[in-house]
Every structure is written in C-alpha cells, then in structure tokens.
C-alpha cells in the first residue's frame, strides 16, 4: 500500500469512526467522497474499498435512522481495529478487517438483506461515477469496483458528469492536474 493512500485512509478512518458512533451519515458520506480522489489517482484497490464501506454504512445507518434503529457497535470496533492494524502497517490484517465489515454490511439486518445488497452495489455505482468524473475510463472504474459497465454507465447518464469538464482555475493546480493525468510526476 502507498504510503500516501495509507495516510489518507487512517486520516479517513479517524474522521468516520466518530461520525459513525454520532449516527452523522451526512458526515460520513462526505468522508467517503474524499477517498475518491485518492483512488482516481492512484487506482487502489484500498481507496475503493474504503470509500465504499464508509459510504454504504452511512446509508445503512440513514435507513436504520429512519426505521428507529441503531448501527451495531460491532461494526465500529471492527473499523478501529482495521485502522489500528493500519497503524500498525499490518495490511494484511487491515484487508481482513475490511472483509469482516464487508460482511456486517451484509448480515446488518434479517429485514433488509435485498436492501444492504443494493446499497453496497449503489455504492460502487455511485463512487464509480465519481471516478470516472475524475477522469477514469467507464470500463477501468467497472473493472476496478467489479461492477457491470451499462449500470455504471446508466448512472453516469442520469447526471450530470458526462457534460461537466474538471479545469482547475489556479495554473498551479492545473499543472499538477496535469502532470497527474500524464503521470508526469
């Protein structure tokens, strides 16, 4: 794992953990939108997980707001146990950690398997599109996320990023935009 993507993980987990045990899903999608960037340079595997689990929590967690529920504190211990790990650098047990909430997303409720399902899927879908508003290809980002490439495109067509251009206005930004997008670094 990049050094960078490594920090910028833990920064993620220490800001989602908290939100996490406040019930701030608003704040934990916002949290996941910043993983994105990170993955759309670098096209790691750990940035797309990451944003993934934050952002189908946050929606697992709205759902369960709304129908009166809690989120199970054991997914917040196994989230600081995976950022201790990464602490640590012991990726391979961080990996686990992050399978094991993979898991908890998907066991969460008897009720809403179907639901839990979906909203990881939504959530590839969703950080797929913003990927690929990053400037990564339809069919790189479905790879990566392992997502079909027509409801990825689907999703990418009911927006509004097929139109929109990324220009940064400040010539310093759009020099290291640049260099990024040549991988002149």
């Known amino acids: 794992m990049d050094e960078k993507v490594k920090k910028d993980i833990i920064a993620v987990l220490q800001q989602a953990i908290p939100l996490l045990e406040k019930e701030d899903f608003a ?18 595997e750990y940035s ?13 967690l709205e759902r369960a707001k709304i129908e009166g529920k809690k989120i199970s504190i054991n997914v917040v211990k196994i ?10 650098d012991n990726i ?16 969460k409720d008897e009720k809403l398997p179907l639901y839990i399902k979906s909203v990881i899927e939504k959530a590839n879908i ?5 990927l690929y508003s990053h400037g990564l290809s339809i069919a790189r980002t ?11 495109m689907s999703f990418v067509g009911k927006t509004r990023i097929a139109d929109e251009e990324y220009v940064p206005t400040d010539v310093a930004q759009r020099l290291e ?9």
């Open 27 to 44: 704040g934990l999608i916002e949290v996941s939108n910043h993983t994105t960037h990170n993955a759309s340079i670098v096209q790691d």
């Open 48 to 60: 797309v997980q990451i944003a993934v689990v934050v952002y189908s929590l946050a929606k697992i």
């Open 79 to 88: 989230l600081q146990r995976a950022l201790e790990y990464l602490l640590q």
């Open 92 to 107: 391979n047990n961080y990996s686990e950690e992050i399978k094991k909430i993979f898991a908890q997303i998907s066991e």
């Open 126 to 130: 969703v950080k797929g599109s913003r």
């Open 142 to 152: 479905a790879e990566m996320l392992g997502v079909n490439q027509w409801d990825l």
């Open 177 to 185: 935009f640049a260099r990024r997008l040549f991988r002149v670094l």
